[in-house]
């Protein structure tokens, strides 16, 4: 709160249904219709396409820390990766990060730090660059064996650290080795928190101990664990004099999960759907470098998070165009500069449209595969919502999660299948779905009907944007697991 209130609230910040391709958005400065629709895994490849054939961003596209570099930051990550893994060319330090602590996959155990198996055997999913290179496994903060969440402080007194500590730790690490004669920081700090799995220390959990809904208890506790450790970080910055020079952007990649803990009241559906609590989020920026006029503000404007890029870009002094990609006959980046605004110079923002990604399947059990789809357009005030979900009773174009929560979720005695609660948003007046999303913020008007002209004009423009949809393969051949497996049993990049 302290953050927000000394900085900007980006009330219309908009991003994609769920996390890798908003990852991958956020790093390659695209729409996910230009990049990555579907949560892959990291383990798949294709190759006849040398180019997209790939889970994440696609190989040929320039990475938002590359930019940086050349505008002279050192550069950093921290935390959740999620776009891409396949090729050394992949990893944070391919996209142009000097150094890395992170996981490559969309989740991995916060104790053990593992996620899938291989022939039986279970993977760890963690990647450092620091003072040793090249990147590798990082096997020196591999837990103990014994440490697990259930399990946090071991008899025998093995290590048993939290995942978001090490994140934590190194972002602190980062800040307080900095000197002013060094090169200008760009952190970027993915923290694990807040996706499942739901686990946090048991300290933590403890304080909301009257919460009877164990996800809603665990999912507070990890809010009040993050907000706790980026305060921490904050508390550096300032003990570094640096603070007042720092500007600092936050957002969620995706609305909250309403089956999983969360709650996106009063906004209808959440993580998996097109609804506006599964795509507008909560973001905003703040730091000294926040212009003293404009603190304590609320923006309304259309942002997307894709658009970090090019405002980046541009405060680094670089142009943000990608040549390389265009060589390669990829998709231009889709990003705005939005610092003018931001900054309080004008009033309205650059982005006067905002694309909506998709996939064919369309929904939260067919997100991992499908061909790239427009799932719907903002033109402010309006949004036109196109479903691509499996037809269920000869219905099709569903989108699932189309309902509301109240203000505390979970708050009946039955638990709600959110994959059932459908919606048709089909291709006509009569089945589709247009609404007001400025005046009517919860999706409750369906305007489709009354306004077919609006509707009918609004799904001519969705339909005539182009799309990015590369196939991406399989990992039926068990390469990356073999590499793997020789590799201490550590995911990683498997193909040169």
């Given amino acids: 709160d302290q953050l927000l209130n000394g900085g900007v609230n980006l009330d219309r910040h908009y991003v994609h249904k769920f996390c890798s391709p908003t990852r991958c958005a956020i790093q390659s400065g695209r729409a996910p219709i230009h990049v990555n629709v579907i949560n892959a895994d990291p383990s798949v490849h294709n190759p006849t396409d040398p180019v997209g054939g790939f889970a994440g961003i696609p190989r040929n596209m320039t990475g938002m820390a590359e930019v940086m570099k050349r505008g002279g930051y050192a550069t950093h990550f921290a935390g959740k990766w999620d776009a891409g893994m396949a090729t050394p060319d992949h990893t944070p330090e391919g996209r142009g990060y000097d150094t890395t602590l992170s996981y490559f996959h969309h ?12 022939n039986g055997s279970s993977m760890t999913d963690l990647w450092n660059l620091f003072d040793v290179r090249p990147a590798g496994p990082a096997i020196y903060f591999k837990n103990g064996p014994n440490c697990t969440v259930n399990n946090q402080k071991p008899m025998d007194g093995q290590t048993c650290v939290y995942e978001d500590s090490l994140f934590e730790d190194r972002v602190t690490r980062i800040i307080s080795n900095h000197t002013a004669n060094e090169k200008p920081l760009f952190v970027f700090w993915a923290t694990h928190i807040v996706h499942g799995p739901l686990q946090v220390p048991d300290a933590e959990l403890a304080k909301f101990d009257f919460i009877d809904d164990k996800a809603r208890q665990t999912y507070h506790a990890m809010v009040t664990w993050i907000d706790g450790a ?43 759907s097109n609804w506006e609590g599964g795509i507008r989020v909560n973001a905003f920026v703040s730091g000294g470098f926040v212009p003293e006029a404009v603190r304590g503000t609320v923006n309304t404007q259309l942002v997307a998070g894709w658009d970090w890029y090019a405002t980046l870009a541009a405060l680094a002094g670089e142009d943000p165009t990608d040549h390389r990609a265009a060589a390669a006959g990829l998709p231009p980046i889709d990003s705005h500069n939005l610092w003018p605004m931001l900054s309080g110079q004008t009033a309205t923002s650059p982005r006067k449209q905002l694309e909506i990604g998709s996939n064919l399947g369309g929904d939260e059990a067919n997100r991992t595969s499908g061909a790239t789809r427009v799932g719907g357009l903002i033109v402010p005030p309006y949004k036109i919502i196109l479903g691509w979900g499996q037809s269920r009773n000869s219905a099709p174009y569903l989108v699932d999660m189309a309902g509301w929560t109240g203000p505390q979720n979970p708050n009946t005695s039955t638990a709600v299948d959110w994959q059932q609660l459908v919606q048709q948003c089909g291709r006509t007046p009569a089945t589709g779905c247009l609404y007001n999303v400025w005046d009517d913020p919860g999706e409750h008007t369906n305007l489709a009907a009354s306004q077919p002209a609006l509707f009918t004009r609004m799904l001519e423009q969705a339909l005539r944007i182009s799309v990015y949809s590369p196939t991406r393969g399989s990992s039926t051949d068990g390469l990356a697991c073999r590499v793997a497996a020789d590799n201490h049993d550590f995911w990683g990049p498997f193909l040169p």
């Fill in 107 to 118: 989740a991995n155990d916060y104790y053990t730090f593992e996620t899938g198996k291989c």
């Fill in 230 to 272: 980026i305060g921490r970080v904050v508390d550096v910055l300032h003990a570094k004099d640096m603070y007042d020079n720092t500007l600092i952007v936050f957002s969620a990649d995706n609305g909250g999960p309403i089956a999983g803990g969360a709650n996106n009241y009063p906004l209808k559906g959440g993580k998996f």
